[in-house]
């Protein structure tokens, strides 16, 4: 318990330090687009593949559960839609990027700890924290919504393959069931998620390589570290935000 | 020049620096030695702020840099250049750009003109047409060597170096300790290096400190070194046959 506290504390410190007034926007600026590009484009290519296959595993679930003649397949588009747009787009594919993304933050930064790059950055007078975390903070918090929102459309679309490809439903049921009571404020409430994810898998991933004390051994340990606190936050959080937002 | 006043630091109730007093005078090379573990990294680190010590002051040209926070601090430490152990450039960044880091940072200079400087700066240390390398891409020599090229392109009026020839064979141990020399003398910088290599000792020390066990144990010129009489330095200084030898020699004047 005691540790947790001190974490947490540790963690509160080194926000302030990340939030302050950073010294040169314009380095700034150039370093969030090197960050968009490490931590967003670079993890296109897994969203794209992940996101069509999880559509199409649901939709493929629904459609072989429904026997009874008095549901509408309709339902399997509509489920397939909600799914994916409320849980599957936001909270697993941050789960996914927690493990990718913040394994690849909290390496880095426990590399560059242990190498005496940050000693170096605050000998010379820089806010390290701030300049190493928050470009990595904005280029998450502006690039995951991008990301959760092809998935959407590309989870979507893999419900629409399979029902195009096995015939295991009528494509104009899928697409009716799509477009059945939709709401945008579901948009909106996986918008929000996505963004506390984000935030949460850089800055908890963050601290725990910012923070590593020791060598090689001890990045590889905090990284972990950094990927499983990053998930327990974000279901937590999904949790939370859920019974706040939908209920 | 620096003063050390009572210096003090523990690390989880064990007490690593112990009342340490010290000045270090400008345009001159101060080499802190002693045994791995002694303390003396982490008086270097108390004296540059990457540690806060427990208590004591530490006066940096007059002003009391224990008590400054947040943008002094960030003066003081914009005039300090530091080597460090493992070199500590930047991975992500070219030679060349490694140079540029504290004055794209620090100064509202045109990209040409700090291209201009960094490439003075790695001229100086012998570096030349390598700007375009990433850092792993060249040799532990050469790193130890852009690493001071980028401590001196701001014109540090104080360099620090932990343990700058760790890993060098000696010939280029010598190249970087007549590196720090010739910094030292052009830009008048007060120099502190932390070592336990007695050839460096011996090639550019103006002054040597002794720490032993987290304490000043003796402070004094190599002349002064070589006709100690202190148990702990001698047993430190002259720890092979060989050594003692040489010692003995000298004394005898054979």
């Known amino acids: 318990m005691f540790e947790t506290l001190k974490h947490i504390g540790a963690y509160g410190m080194l926000m302030k330090r990340v939030l302050s007034k950073p010294e040169r926007w314009k380095i700034y600026k150039v370093r969030i687009i090197d960050e968009m ?130 015939g295991i439903l009528e494509t104009q049921d899928y697409i009716d069931g799509i477009h059945l009571d939709f709401k945008l404020y579901h948009v909106f409430y996986a918008m929000v998620k996505t963004l506390f994810f984000a935030a949460i898998i850089t800055t908890v991933s963050a601290y725990y390589g910012y923070t590593v004390k020791g060598g090689s051994l001890e990045v590889g340990k905090n990284s972990t570290k950094g990927v499983v606190s990053s998930s327990i936050l974000i279901l937590v959080f999904n949790y939370l935000l859920t019974q706040i937002m939908l209920i | 020049m620096i003063e050390l006043k009572g210096i003090n630091k523990s690390f989880d109730g064990v007490q690593i620096i112990k009342d340490v007093s010290a000045s270090f005078e400008k345009g001159k090379v101060t080499q802190i030695i002693g045994k791995s573990g002694s303390g003396k990294s982490v008086l270097t680190k108390c004296v540059v702020g990457l540690h806060e010590p427990d208590s004591g002051q530490i006066i940096y040209d007059g002003q009391n840099y224990s008590d400054m926070r947040g943008s002094e601090r960030t003066e003081i430490r914009k005039s300090i250049g530091m080597l460090f152990q493992a070199s500590a450039l930047f991975d992500s960044l070219t030679v060349l750009q490694n140079v540029m880091f504290p004055l794209t940072m620090f100064t509202d200079q045109s990209k040409s003109e700090m291209e201009d400087r960094a490439n003075e700066c790695l001229r100086k240390v012998n570096i030349i047409d390598k700007g375009h390398l990433f850092p792993a891409e060249t040799s532990g020599g050469m790193q130890k060597r852009i690493a001071i090229a980028r401590a001196i392109a701001m014109e540090p009026k104080y360099l620090f170096a932990d343990e700058p020839n760790s890993g060098l064979d000696p010939q280029t141990a010598i190249v970087i300790d007549n590196l720090i020399q010739e910094i030292t003398s052009e830009y008048n910088t007060t120099t502190v290096v932390v070592t336990h290599d007695m050839n460096s000792v011996m090639e550019v020390a103006d002054k040597i400190i002794f720490i032993h066990n987290g304490q000043k144990w003796w402070q004094g010129t190599k002349e002064e070194l070589i006709r100690t009489d202190n148990t702990e330095l001698q047993d430190f200084v002259y720890a092979s046959k060989f050594m003692k030898r040489l010692r003995e020699s000298l004394l005898s004047g054979s």
């Open chain 1, 37 to 166: 590009d490490k931590l967003g484009v670079s993890s296109l290519g897994l969203v794209i593949l992940l996101s069509i296959f999880m559509g199409a595993v649901i939709c493929l679930q629904t459609a072989t559960n429904i026997d009874s003649p008095l549901i509408p397949m309709t339902l399997v588009g509509y489920a397939t839609r909600e799914s994916v747009i409320l849980e599957l787009a936001p909270t697993m594919l941050s789960l996914i990027l927690a493990g990718k993304v913040g394994s690849s933050i909290a390496s880095e930064l426990g590399s560059m700890r242990v190498t005496e790059q940050i000693d170096a950055l605050d000998i010379m007078g820089v806010n390290s924290a701030s300049y190493l975390i928050l470009p990595k903070l904005v280029s998450a918090l502006v690039f995951f919504p991008f990301l959760i929102i092809i998935s959407m459309v590309l989870g979507i679309f893999g419900g629409y393959i399979v029902s195009v490809g096995t």
